[in-house]
């Protein structure tokens, strides 16, 4: 039966609102900045042009707010592949990051990182990845001398976990009784069946996930608005030196630096929303595996699939 509150709920979710609505009404500024004006092209009638007429006004309004929508749901998905698979592809997925933090200590922990990620650069042909990869990092190009920096001293924040190994095993022992009869290692696709059980069984973790989710998804794309906006100062900049002009505020200052200034700032800013977003997609998947490993099977009683069970229990870093 449809109740009142049912007919007034809102047919958006958060992550709508702050992922999709967010992300849209965010890059605004940059695209009329490092686009609209230094191409000179015409703002769009409906974000200028006001009208006395009430019916009109609304529909303007309306129009505003589905541009922006659409545009967000652009940008998350053009950050999904040029962001997230990037990071997926040369660092791995954050459950093969929490395998790896939790399973090493504060001194070989960077060790363990370099060699995962050489690991995985190197499958690149193997898994007939090539063309993908290349784009992907190609895009990634301004950001890599802090890539590097971040390689070279060791800041893999992001792999610091809050699971201890003791959890862990926890988890993986409820696992391999409920889900399915794999080790969780660094080449097994544990994580999405963990996930599936977790939201169906254990709902009272599921807030705590999602917020997590939005706030990593609002990053992600944040992410990807600075790296574009930094393609555009390059751009700029490449034309500056052969032609001398340069379409962004600040022209009487380009010989002082400003521009490459600029760039620095985009692609900090793009590097830190990019940790960001690692960070809280990592707290997602933690909330997954430690709702997992402290579940009181007492409180649900889900049909046990027939299995073999593994000869141990350990959790292990493959490789």
Known sequence: MIGVRDLIKPPFANYDVVVYFGAGLFSVPFIVRYIAMPLGLPNPVFLTQESNQVVLEIIRVLTIITFVYVFGHIIAY???????KTVD????????????????????????????IKSRSKNIYRDNALFSSAVRGLFHTPNFPIYVLVYIIGVFGYFDTRVPHSSLLEAQKKYKKHICAEDLTTDVKWFKPLEYFVINRIPSAVPRMYNYLVIAGLFRSLSFVFLSSCWWVIIYLLAHTKYGTWPLPGEDLIGDGVGVMELFALSS??????????KFQRRYAEEAILALAYWNEGDDCPSTMSIIQAPNNSVHISG
């Open 78 to 84: 053009l950050s999904s592949q040029l962001i997230e």
């Open 89 to 116: 592809r040369f660092f791995g997925k954050i459950s093969t990051a929490i395998l790896i933090s939790s399973s090493s200590t504060s001194k070989n922990r960077n060790t363990h990182v370099r060699r995962e």
């Open 269 to 278: 800013a793009s590097v830190f929303s990019l940790m960001a977003y690692l």
